[in-house]
């Protein structure tokens, strides 16, 4: 195991902003890591800002399926926001649409600081990320949380792989022990009853790669093929008259 340590020169249109130093770890064999590299990409794609860029004196960021977590600070104490997306999932054989559903609001003051104040309780600004914890199992199907922290202009990304079937490993209990304040304190399963009742596609997927589709009838499946095609008309059409 080595640890990454570069410095990122953060540039304006007007000036070099900041250097900072990025810690992630890359595991062996690997040029680099693997969550860094998909954070970025899910930024781009959902519009959300690089933490690791932020001008924020602390910032953190929960990645926990299909919610993401923003908290920071403000004057009088604490605000953030709450993500919920998803990834169009087309049938196979039809062309991609490439749509995301994006439902994006404030988190309230209060609930930010007690958001804080667990993440401090639970002792994760100190905990390293998995690939440096004995006994962490690794695997492919369960959960990976991932976790983006700023703070005295140095930056941390952490991974941590289903830590609820993590035996003996102590830390695991810590990092479940979030999930579960953040499950509770943004009621994020009412939440996430009523976002995926909102989504206007046939079917989807989310951070974790599984696909979810709807029980449609006929007539419901071909309402909602012959909207994708619409879509893709509209696409071409803008994408003719900007030529």
Not at 20 to 33: F, L, T
Not at 94 to 99: D, L
């Amino acid at each position: 195991m080595k640890e990454l340590l570069v410095a990122l020169s953060l540039l304006s249109s007007h000036s070099i902003v900041a250097q900072r130093a990025i810690h992630v770890e890359v595991r062996p064999g690997q040029a680099e890591n693997f969550w860094r590299t998909h954070v970025l990409s899910r930024e781009d794609e959902l519009e959300l800002n690089d933490v690791a860029a932020g001008s924020q004196p602390f910032y953190l960021r929960l990645w926990k399926g299909e919610a993401i977590i923003d908290i920071w600070p403000k004057q009088s104490g604490y605000q953030g926001s709450l993500t919920q997306w998803v990834k169009e999932r087309v049938p196979s054989g039809e062309e991609e649409t490439g749509r995301y559903f994006i439902i994006k609001e404030a988190v309230d003051s209060a609930a930010c600081r007690q958001l804080y104040l667990a993440y401090l309780s639970r002792q994760l600004d100190a905990l390293p990320s998995e690939e440096k914890i004995s006994g962490w199992k690794e695997g492919f199907d369960g959960v990976t949380y991932i976790l983006e922290t700023l703070k005295n202009d140095t930056y941390y990304l952490k991974s941590y792989w289903t830590p609820s079937i993590q035996e003996g490993v102590k830390e695991a209990g810590l990092v479940q022990g979030f999930v579960a304040d953040v499950d509770q304190l943004l009621d994020l399963k009412r939440r996430s009853y009523y976002f995926n009742k909102s989504i206007p596609f046939e079917s989807w997927t989310t951070s974790g790669g599984a696909s979810v589709s709807r029980i449609l009838t006929l007539a419901g499946h071909f309402t909602m093929k012959k909207e994708r095609n619409r879509y893709r008309w509209l696409i071409r059409k803008q994408a003719n008259h900007s030529k």
